[in-house]
């Protein structure tokens, strides 16, 4: 490799440094060609991006950055190293866990991993940084906590004014429906019944009176 070939390729490292607050530093050496194409396929299908480099460049491009901030990766860099750059600081992790229960191997291993700033040392570290929470994660857990207090708190007053409303609503029991009396019959009419005599008139009686005689 060229001298100019080699200032590429720390140029090239340091955008991605640059680019991703969350890196992992892996050992590949085992490997076939083949597992390592099958392990970029796993990273690039999880968006997370996979750089193959010299231990040597990898240092160059991460001083000429910030020769403190990464320090505490430097003792990583030997044997065959991979790089894994992920905005989803655990998802490297998630790849490199899955890879190995697929390939029945504890390869690649993990060196180490900086995560926000955070360095973790050591394949030891790999079950806890799948369980990393990352920022979505965070904050849904945070908006639940917070909407827990105000759930609770609607749930009793809805309860309240179920209960409320029971005791306002005076139960109506529904009266007996009265039965219908019985129509009273109306009176035969009397058959044969001799009608009264008539009254006699003013003109009758007047004619009854004798008139005296005189003498």
Same mark, same amino acid.
Request: net charge negative; aromatic share 6%; hydrophobic share 50%.
């Given at each position: 490799?060229?001298?100019?070939?080699?200032?590429?390729? +720390?140029?090239?490292?340091k955008g991605k440094f640059s680019q991703y607050n969350n890196f992992y530093i892996t050992d590949t050496e085992s490997l076939t060609v083949a597992q390592?194409?099958?392990l970029r396929r796993h990273c690039f299908n999880k968006q997370v991006e996979?750089?193959?480099?010299?231990?040597?460049? +990898?240092?160059? &491009?991460?001083?000429?950055?910030?020769?403190?901030?990464? $320090?505490?990766?430097?003792?990583?860099?030997?044997?065959?190293?991979?790089?894994?750059?992920?905005e989803n600081p655990k998802e490297p992790a998630m790849i490199i866990s899955s890879f190995r229960k697929e390939n029945n191997n504890d390869k690649p291993l993990l060196k $180490?991993?900086? +995560?926000?700033g955070d360095v973790f040392v050591g394949n030891d570290q790999l079950k806890a940084l799948t369980q990393i929470k990352t920022k979505n994660e965070l904050i849904g857990?945070? +908006?639940g906590l917070l909407q827990s207090p105000i759930q609770r708190v609607l749930g009793a007053l809805q309860n309240k004014d179920a209960a409320k409303a029971e005791v306002a609503e005076p139960v109506v029991a529904e009266a007996p429906v009265?039965?219908? $009396?019985?129509?009273?019959? &109306? &009176?035969? &009419?009397?058959?044969?019944?001799? $009608?009264a005599d008539a009254a006699p008139t003013v003109d009758d009686a007047a004619a009854d009176v004798t008139p005296p005689v005189e003498g």
């Open positions: 490799m060229t001298k100019q070939e080699k200032n590429e390729v +720390i140029e090239l490292l390592v194409s099958k996979m750089k193959v480099a010299k231990n040597t460049l +990898i240092k160059k &491009a991460l001083e000429s950055l910030d020769a403190e901030k990464y $320090a505490g990766v430097y003792d990583s860099l030997h044997k065959v190293t991979a790089l894994l750059f992920s $180490a991993a900086f +995560i926000n857990e945070v +908006i009265a039965e219908a $009396a019985p129509a009273v019959e &109306a &009176a035969p &009419a009397a058959e044969n019944t001799p $009608a």
